[in-house]
Structures are given as structure tokens and as C-alpha cells.
């Protein structure tokens, strides 16, 4: 009797797992996801990958200095993607510094972990091309680390703030010093916010206006490919990036159609996800009898929901382990 009961819950559980995540949406979902990583904030990306001098402009206003030959700038190449590290960053070394920035048009307080692993990645890398041996007696010099995101979300957020690795440390709240530290300077590039630095940056304060151009145009209610459309016409009549838009015109309305479709499209199943989440969660609890565990999985559920991390949810609901791996990150 118990081993049909058993039987009967996972059946049911079975069933609702593939009415969220059946063979088409499930394609639907990787899909979306994999057009995302790909899609997310590639504006920016592409502009400074097509115009080292303004890359080096870039790296000029953060640093106060003033290098002129943009050929000093070493690309730092990993799995063939020219300036990429992992997705969506732009990598390089310059007198010394290696320097990744990301841009994010969220908020995310990981960031530090993710540069934890971009760093490791890139060392690995430089020391394999320089031939060095990490188990010898000579002392490795590496570039210093520079890790920047530039943010241009519609989050309210101050001009720079610093993320750090240790804030995702356990027993920090005890006063216990951790051995390994990185640090993340975020800052708003936001039309209107850290003047300074988008006044010695031109590409990178034309790009804050472009973003602004847009966003006014879309709150207007125009249909996203004409508010896009029209918002690429203005800036070329206003010489905000004019060349790079003439000549890459088809190019960016691509990228900023797809982002704003993956967008909503995420918007959308992450409501629908959620309730569909809350009440699976409620369900299973009822009928195990465990409603503590019940608002648990809910709890899981928001969290990975806000991270987009819909491929592990996929996992959690499915493998008790991975689960509870997820309950102990969250600390639920």
C-alpha cells in the first residue's frame, strides 16, 4: 500500500512536471535561455569590441591615465571568443592590468563569484601561454585584476558601489576574517549619473544617451521595433554614436529586438512560474504532510526565479539531492 502511494504521488508529481516543463516547452525554455545569454546586453559588448579606441578611451576615464596606442591593448582570447572571458564580458591586458568588465542591466550581488571564476579561467590561460609552472620555485607575476560592471538597469541604484566576494561567505556575521577577498566596482552609467566619468568616456556617455533615447521612446508606447527604429533615427540626426549606427544599423536593431522579446518573454514565465511554483510546493507539502516543507520549496522557487536560474529549478524538482544542496545555499 505504501509503495503505491509512493507510487501514485510521483505519478502526479511526474504529471505536473511535464505540464510546466513537456517536451515542447521544455525545448522552448533551453531555447530561450540559450538566446538570452547570447542576446542579454550584447549592445554593449559589440560596440567596444568593434572600436578598441574607444575601449581604451574606456579604460582611460576609469584609470585617470592617458595611453594613446590602442594596439598596446592584448586581447585575452579564451575558447576563440575574441574579448570574451565567459559571455557578455570584455577582457584584455594593459600595462599591467587585466581588465574584465561586464555590463548588466540587473542588479546581481554574485557578481564577485562570477569574477572568481573568470580570473581563475583567465590565469589558467595566461600562465599556459607564458609556459610557466605553478609547482616551480620562480615566483608567477600575473596582471593585476581591474573587475568593473557597468550598470544600466531601472533599479535605483548610486553611482558606484562595491560588491564584494566575502558578503556570500558564511559565518561573516561572526566577525570571522576570511582568507580570500575580491572586490567588484559597479557603477551607474545611467544617463544623468557619474558625469565625470561618462565626460572623459564620449562612447560610453553617447551609449548612456542612446539607452535613455530608447527607453523614453518605449514608455511613449510606440511598438518595440518602431520606438527602436525611431530611437536609432534620432540619435543619428543628433550625432550620438551617428558612424556606429550608420554602420552597424541592422546589426543593433537585431540585438535590441531579440533582448526586449527574451525579456518579456522572461517577465511573463517567471509570473507564470511563480504561481504555478507556489501552489505545486503547496500541493506536495498537503499531500506529504509537510506543510514547513511546502513553503520551503516555495522559497527556493522565488530565489532561483529572481537569479534566473531556471534551469536548476528544472533539476530541484525532480533530484531530492540537488534540492537540498539548493535549500543549503539559500540558507532555508
Not at 609552472?133 to 615566483?139: A, D, H, L, N, P
Not at 514547513?292 to 536548476?312: A, P, T, V
Request: overall charge neutral.
Amino acid at each position: 500500500m505504501q509503495k503505491q502511494d509512493k507510487r501514485s504521488r510521483q505519478n502526479r508529481a511526474e504529471k505536473r512536471k511535464n505540464k510546466r516543463f513537456g517536451i515542447n516547452s521544455r525545448f522552448m525554455w533551453r531555447n530561450r535561455r540559450g538566446i538570452h545569454r547570447q542576446a542579454k546586453d550584447r549592445f554593449f559588448r559589440f560596440l567596444f569590441e568593434k572600436d578598441r579606441e574607444a575601449l581604451l578611451q574606456l579604460y582611460n576615464a576609469l584609470n585617470g591615465t592617458d595611453y594613446q596606442d590602442a594596439l598596446q591593448l592584448q586581447v585575452v582570447t579564451i575558447e576563440s571568443a575574441v574579448y570574451i572571458v565567459m559571455k557578455n564580458d570584455l577582457a584584455f591586458v594593459l600595462a599591467g592590468t587585466l581588465s574584465l568588465y561586464e555590463h548588466q542591466s540587473t542588479y546581481n550581488p554574485n557578481m564577485p563569484v562570477r569574477f572568481l571564476i573568470y580570473l581563475a579561467k583567465e590565469y589558467q590561460k595566461l600562465i599556459e601561454q607564458a609556459q610557466e609552472s605553478i609547482y616551480g620555485t620562480k615566483q608567477i607575476i600575473l596582471p593585476m585584476p581591474q573587475c568593473v560592471v557597468f550598470y544600466n538597469g531601472e533599479r535605483m541604484m548610486a553611482d558606484e558601489e562595491t560588491l564584494r566576494l566575502s558578503d556570500s561567505f558564511m559565518r561573516r556575521d561572526q566577525g570571522v576574517e576570511a582568507d580570500v577577498e575580491l572586490k567588484v566596482r559597479m557603477l551607474n552609467i545611467n544617463y544623468g549619473h557619474n558625469k565625470e566619468l561618462l565626460d572623459r568616456c564620449r562612447v560610453l556617455r553617447e551609449y548612456a544617451l542612446f539607452v535613455d533615447i530608447t527607453r523614453k521612446r518605449l514608455a511613449e508606447g510606440q511598438e518595440p521595433k518602431a520606438a527602436l527604429e525611431d530611437a536609432v533615427s534620432e540619435c543619428i540626426e543628433r550625432d550620438i554614436l551617428a558612424g556606429f549606427l550608420k554602420k552597424y544599423r541592422a546589426e543593433v536593431l537585431g540585438m535590441l529586438l531579440e533582448e526586449f522579446d527574451v525579456k518579456k518573454y522572461e517577465r511573463s514565465l517567471r509570473e507564470e512560474g511563480r504561481e504555478e511554483g507556489r501552489e505545486e510546493g503547496r500541493e506536495e507539502g498537503r499531500e506529504e504532510g509537510r506543510e514547513e516543507e511546502s513553503e520551503r520549496y516555495c522559497k527556493l522557487i522565488e530565489r532561483l526565479f529572481e537569479q534566473h536560474r531556471g534551469e536548476e529549478l528544472k533539476c530541484a524538482a525532480s533530484d531530492p539531492e540537488f534540492r537540498k544542496r539548493l535549500f543549503q545555499e539559500f540558507h532555508l
